[in-house]
């Protein structure tokens, strides 16, 4: 059973633009929410992340919305640039000690295009 | 700080045969955890281990197993290999210092099963 679906599953914008990526979870558990940024033949890295004590998240260009009622979270990426060019991540886990079990979305491939 | 650190980078092993592979945390940092990522299933949770011991554990057969050593550093086996294990694995790890959720990537070793 997957526990956190995301959408799209590719997404193509153009430079300046504002790609926006879904995601949904179902465990009403989870209470820590990374999005990951992977380059082709790198691991994934750490972006930004929220918990459901707030709606809304930014840190420079990369901004998160958490909505706890809906179970759903999504990651906005202002003034998209071609360097952003790469798999997306979100993630969901429980954030108290011994349960370090990321569950992860599917990902979402952007492309930003010059 | 150095990141993790994971070897070897790439191996290409026949079916049947087992392998090792190595992860390095980062300096501090008591809790590793393995991942397993291919195109059809994503990112997937292998197993979590905390000073020396297996905390957590994903799906997976009894094919795939690991270990952590005094000094964090941890060890992941695959037995009787198949091609499906073809993938790229990924060891993470993180530290109540730094939020216990926070999980740093390191780069993968990608794994061809022929």
């Known amino acids: 059973q997957q526990q956190v679906k995301q959408s799209p599953q590719s997404l193509i914008v153009q430079k300046g633009g504002i790609p926006i990526i879904n995601c949904a979870y179902e465990?009403?558990?989870?209470?820590?929410f990374p999005w990951y940024q992977q380059f082709p033949g790198k691991g994934p890295a750490l972006l930004i992340a929220?918990?459901?004590?707030?709606s809304e998240k930014k840190e420079g260009r990369f901004t998160i919305s958490f909505n706890k009622s809906a179970k759903q979270f999504s990651l906005h990426i202002m003034d998209s640039q071609p360097g952003d060019s790469a798999t997306y991540f979100c993630?969901?886990?429980?954030?108290?000690?011994?349960?370090?079990?990321?569950?992860f979305g599917k990902g979402t491939k952007l492309t930003v295009n010059p | 700080k150095a990141g993790v650190t994971q070897t070897p980078r790439y191996l290409i092993k026949t079916r049947g045969q087992q392998v090792t592979l190595s992860c390095s945390p980062i300096?501090?940092?008591?809790?590793v955890s393995w991942y397993q990522q291919t195109p059809g299933q994503g990112l997937q949770f292998l197993f979590e281990y905390f000073s020396e011991t297996q905390r957590n554990k994903g799906n997976f057969p009894g094919r795939f197993s690991g270990r952590q050593f005094s000094n964090s550093r941890s060890e992941m086996n695959v037995s009787t290999l198949e091609l499906g294990d073809s993938a790229l694995y990924l060891c993470?790890?993180?530290?109540?210092?730094?939020?216990?959720?926070?999980?740093?990537f390191g780069p993968g070793t990608r794994l061809l099963v022929l």
């Open positions: 993630a969901a886990s429980r954030s108290f000690a011994g349960s370090e079990k990321l569950v």
């Open positions: 465990n009403t558990a989870f209470d820590y």
């Open positions: 300096s501090g940092h008591r809790s």
């Open positions: 993470a790890s993180s530290s109540p210092e730094a939020g216990a959720e926070t999980q740093y």
């Open positions: 929220i918990r459901p004590d707030v």
